[in-house]
């Protein structure tokens, strides 16, 4: 769980404490005093936006970092809504609110905000772009999706942007060039798991 101060403010040092006891009952899995101490501090600190932020991660993600489901998504969003009002420029809270649209189906909503995580530019750029990419593809648009994934010089040395161009190229029937970018993905990705995928599609492709 990532906790942190609105852009350009200075937290208070009893709300700090009470933040990091906060989080620290959240890791534990009990979320249930979690919840209660950062509704207690979003009264208390009502213009705060990390207190809103980690309550969405508390009601997204379980002890273990797995996505909730359902009505928690749901109620994740709300309170990612209340922190992004108060900082629009809180972008982990912009990104993760996209991450939930996409998985509920709301396509239109996800890539809203990933274009907007993508115009802040930073270090979740590149996730945002990725996503975003998704997104198009799902969307039938995969022309767009490309665009987005080609932007930057940089784009092969990404292995899951390289996995996401190869997905395009067969969703096209680009058969050759799926072919080259499963290698390259292949080449790039030290997981063993993406890299069983990369050998799968490249199996499927080769006897195509």
Known sequence: MIAGPAR??????PFAAALDEAVAA????????????????????????????????????????KRYRGDTLSLAASYYQ??????????????????????????????????????????FT?????????????EGRPKEAEAVLTKSKASYEDAS??????LLAEDAGEVGRAILL??????????PALSALAFKHLQALRGY
């Open 182 to 191: 499963w290698k390259r993905a292949l080449a790039l990705d030290d997981n």
């Open 8 to 13: 350009g403010q200075e937290i208070p040092s």
């Open 82 to 123: 209340r922190a992004l009002a108060l900082d629009p420029l809180f972008t982990p809270a912009r990104l993760n609110i996209g991450v939930i649209w996409h998985r509920l189906g709301y396509l239109e909503e996800a890539a809203r905000e990933y274009r907007l995580v993508v115009k802040g530019g930073g270090e």
């Open 161 to 166: 942007r390289v996995r996401l161009l190869a």
């Open 26 to 65: 959240a890791r534990a899995g009990d979320r249930e005093k979690a919840a209660a101490l950062l509704l207690k501090l979003s009264e208390e600190y009502p213009d705060e936006p990390s207190t809103f932020y980690n309550l969405a991660l508390t009601y997204e993600f379980d002890a273990d970092g």
């Open 126 to 138: 590149p996730r945002g772009e990725n996503n975003l990419a998704l997104v198009l593809r799902a």
